[in-house]
């Protein structure tokens, strides 16, 4: 006899956390399964061990999919404020930093999140199963069958919050997308995101003896979108939050423009300088506004050419502020799924119902959180799309 379940949750992350906890509380009935060991594995390393839980500006625009709108419904349902009251709730301490980024601080981090949704999940109507392999989905009459380390379960709602395929060893896996082909449903390219890039063999020669050193830039994609962050130069190529930013952007075989110098006016420093110091050198010039190892490689790599300053034409000093305003680099590729921390692409949105995340062609299979086809910025709002996701489902399972 197959065990009976109103609501079944394959994946015990944020979002499948959040919508169990929602389910529950409405009183239906839940199972939760996952194969790893134990809930939350992202959760627990995010933010450095302090999660970047939400982000006090949340909107559409912080968002990547196919459908630029699809998202607006859950964020408005279940807001960052609906979030963060929740957090005053649990008495987790937090702080804001850059751009508007929620982190856990003092004696709270990652885990206090953890504990939290276990905590909303503490109700007798929600069991949790771990260490489990899920497989014979099967569509029913009044719902679905399944079979989970060879037990058969049946249940009314199922619920696919198996995230993406980013950091496979933390147990990602692209269950749900199979789940969704085995139901007609399109999945859109996948492709990491979120990632540090690696740079072709030259490149990498010249810029990983600067590995550690980190300047603010402004960086852009082909397509004009634009973000004002550090960047990082590291042993395999370039990463900081400028670059995490802009991979979700960056298609292969496309440069990346970066202004060096966004906060210099580089043109007035070396006009300024050639009247005060003309024999001064462009490097020495530099220094002062950039990590003197970064302008000797751009200097060895012929980007830049050192010499007095009283030797350059005032065209020459203006190409010089343009050369640095307009670095372009090419990305030989990114770390790819090992390191990145989401996943672009997943199931196609024009199949769920924004307003709940149910399928509109499958009655009572959902899906929710990075599985599907939304992408946050850097900055909470990949957890955000989890927990509204999450809990609008709850509202219907
Ligand atoms: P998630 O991947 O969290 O959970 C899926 C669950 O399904 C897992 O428990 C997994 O074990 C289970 N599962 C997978 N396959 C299965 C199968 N075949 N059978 C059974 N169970 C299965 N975001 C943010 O907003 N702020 C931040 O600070 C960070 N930081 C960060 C750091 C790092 C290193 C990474 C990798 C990612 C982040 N993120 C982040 C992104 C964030 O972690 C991510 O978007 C969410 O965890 C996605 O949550 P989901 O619940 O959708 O999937």
């Known amino acids: 006899m197959a065990e009976k379940f109103d609501v079944v949750v394959i994946g015990a ?168 082909a085995q139901f007609g449903l399109e999945v859109l390219p996948t492709s990491a995101a979120l990632v540090p890039f690696t740079l072709h063999k030259e490149d990498k020669e010249d810029f990983s003896e600067l590995s550690g050193i980190a300047i603010p830039v402004e960086i852009t994609a082909k397509n004009n979108t634009k973000f004002k962050e550090a960047l990082l130069f590291t042993h395999r190529g370039l990463s900081g939050p400028s670059v995490l930013q802009i991979s979700s952007y960056w298609t292969p075989g496309e440069a990346v423009e970066v202004n060096l110098v966004p906060d210099v006016d580089v043109q ?53 502020a343009n050369t640095l305003e307009h670095w372009s680099i090419a990305p030989n590729g990114t770390e790819g799924y090992r390191t990145a921390e989401v996943t672009l692409g997943g199931v196609n949105t024009d199949h769920l119902s924004s307003k709940t995340m149910e399928c509109k062609a499958i009655k009572g299979l959902y899906f929710i959180g990075e599985v599907v086809d939304v992408t946050g910025w850097l900055g909470g709002y990949n957890f955000q799309w989890c927990w509204s996701s999450g809990y609008v489902a709850g509202q219907w399972v």
């Open 13 to 180: 992350g944020a979002a499948g956390l959040m919508c169990a906890a929602q389910a529950g509380e409405r009183g239906r009935r839940v199972l939760v399964l996952d194969h790893a060991k134990k809930p939350g594995r992202k959760i627990l390393i995010a933010g450095g061990g302090r999660c970047n839980f939400t982000n006090y500006d949340v909107s559409a625009k912080h968002y990547l999919s196919r459908n630029p709108h699809f998202v607006k419904s859950a964020l408005a349902q279940y807001t960052n404020w609906d979030y963060i009251s929740m957090i005053y709730k649990y008495g987790i301490e937090f702080e804001e930093r850059d751009h508007g980024q929620l982190f856990c601080v003092g004696d709270y981090d990652s885990k206090d999140i953890v504990k939290m949704l276990l905590a909303e999940c503490d109700k007798p109507s929600i069991q949790f199963r771990y260490q489990q392999a899920v497989d014979n989905i099967e569509q029913q009459a009044n719902g679905f069958s399944l079979t989970t380390n060879g037990h058969e379960i049946e249940c009314e709602s199922l619920v696919i919050a198996t995230g993406g395929l980013s950091m496979p060893k933390l147990g990602a896996t692209p269950f749900g997308y199979k789940v969704a």
């Open 268 to 320: 007035a420093l070396l006009t300024r300088s050639l009247e005060k110091h003309p024999n001064q050198t462009l490097k020495n010039t530099l220094a002062k506004v950039l990590p003197k190892r970064l302008v000797e490689v751009l200097i060895e790599r012929k980007t830049l050419e050192d010499k007095p300053l009283k030797q350059f034409s005032s065209k020459a000093l203006e190409d010089v």
